[in-house]
């Protein structure tokens, strides 16, 4: 159980130094963490390392793109065609950041859409890769 809760923290998350230089993830992403990763089979181990943009360069393991894919699904963040709903994924911004920040980060997910893959699995795999190793700011779950 320990594992899985350190597993947690570390999903979708590399942990800033600052927060202000952070977005915070809602928690109820977890929840749907879980179930995907018992739909998809994922490998637990990588699960720590999402955070970290080299995984996402020439990664083709299904079960993790597929695991990316479920999650968003479920969270309404992702189209059936793996593509992400830019402007359900800017609601998650938080309210207290400048405007100049807002339009940054909407610009890099609008640009990393943009990324296409061989299916919906990889093309949102594709899209959160990009996010994470473009955006000026880092996912925290803290």
């Known amino acids: 159980m320990t594992y899985v809760f350190v597993l947690l923290m570390c999903l979708f998350a590399s942990v800033a130094s600052a ?3 952070s977005l915070r993830v809602p928690p109820n992403i977890v929840q749907s963490a879980l179930n995907c990763m018992a739909e998809t089979g994922v490998n637990p181990d990588v699960l720590p390392r999402l955070g970290n943009p080299a995984i996402y360069a020439r ?3 299904k079960r993790l793109q597929k695991f990316i894919n479920c999650t968003f699904n479920k969270l309404g963040y992702a189209k059936k065609n ?3 709903r830019v402007e359900k994924v800017a609601e998650l911004l938080p309210r207290d950041i400048d405007n ?3 339009l940054a980060l909407k610009k890099v997910v609008g640009e990393c859409n943009k990324e296409t893959g061989a299916d919906a699995a990889e093309t949102t795999f594709k899209i959160f890769g990009c996010f ?3 955006s000026p700011m ?5």
């Open 59 to 61: 990664n083709d393991d």
């Open 19 to 21: 927060q202000k230089d």
């Open 100 to 102: 100049e920040t807002r």
């Open 82 to 84: 793996g593509r992400v």
């Open 132 to 134: 994470i190793r473009t």
């Open 138 to 142: 880092k996912l925290s779950l803290a």
